[in-house]
C-alpha cells in the first residue's frame, strides 16, 4: 500500500499475464436513477460515448502535454453490451479502445458502468474499470509518472458528458422510452 493510505492501482497479474491497472471514477447525476439508465443507454447506443470521448481524450491530451508527450493522440472506440440489473445496480458492460495504426500503443480499458440511485431523485454513476499499459514494464513505469493521470483525467471528462447527455435530454424534456422499446448499447 502506497504511504498516504490508498490502495495502489498496480497489481500484478498471473506470470506471462502482465501488469493490471484499476480505475474507478463517479459522478452524481440531478437525476432520478430509471430515467438516468434509460437514457444513458440511448445515448451510448447512438454513439454519445465516442461522441464524449473525443472530447475527453482531448483533456487528458492537455495532461500528457504538460508531461512533454504532445503529439500523442488517438481515437477510441466504446463498444458495450446490453444493461443488466442486478441488486438495485444497473451495469452496462463496455470495452475503450484505441482504434488507427497507432492503437496499440494506447491500454484497452475494459470496464463497467454502473448505475445507482443515491438522494431522492438523484443518481451516482460510476465507471469501474482496469486495463494493462502497453509496453511491458516500461508501460508500467510511463503510466505511474504520467499516463494514469492522463487516464483518470481522461475518465472524469468522459463521466462529465455523460452526465450532460442525461441533462440535456431531461432539460428539453425529451420522453423516455419504455424500457422494452428502448434500444440498447450494441
Not at 111 to 128: D, K, M, Q
Not at 164 to 175: K, N, T
Request: hydrophobic share 40%; charged share 20%; proline share 7%.
Amino acid at each position: 500500500m502506497p504511504s498516504n493510505g490508498t490502495k495502489d492501482p498496480y497489481r500484478s497479474a498471473p506470470p506471462g499475464v502482465g501488469w493490471g491497472v484499476f480505475l474507478s471514477e463517479e459522478i452524481r447525476v440531478d437525476s432520478a436513477v430509471e430515467r438516468t439508465c434509460q437514457r444513458l443507454s440511448s445515448w451510448l447506443a447512438v454513439g454519445g460515448g465516442e461522441i464524449a470521448a473525443a472530447d475527453a481524450l482531448a483533456a487528458g491530451g492537455r495532461v500528457l502535454m504538460r508531461a512533454g508527450f504532445a503529439g500523442l493522440s488517438k481515437t477510441v472506440e466504446v463498444d458495450t453490451m446490453r444493461a443488466n440489473v442486478r441488486d438495485g445496480v444497473t451495469v452496462i458492460p463496455l470495452r475503450w479502445s484505441a482504434t488507427g495504426p497507432a492503437g496499440d500503443l494506447f491500454p484497452t480499458l475494459d470496464a463497467n458502468l454502473e448505475i445507482t440511485g443515491c438522494e431522492a431523485g438523484r443518481s451516482r454513476v460510476a465507471l469501474v474499470g482496469s486495463y494493462r499499459p502497453p509496453l511491458g514494464r516500461v508501460g508500467v513505469v510511463l503510466d505511474r509518472t504520467v499516463l494514469h493521470r492522463a487516464g483518470r483525467v481522461t475518465i472524469r471528462r468522459w463521466l462529465r458528458g455523460a452526465r450532460a447527455a442525461v441533462m440535456a435530454a431531461d432539460s428539453a424534456g425529451v420522453p423516455v422510452a419504455d424500457p422494452a422499446t428502448a434500444p440498447g448499447p450494441t
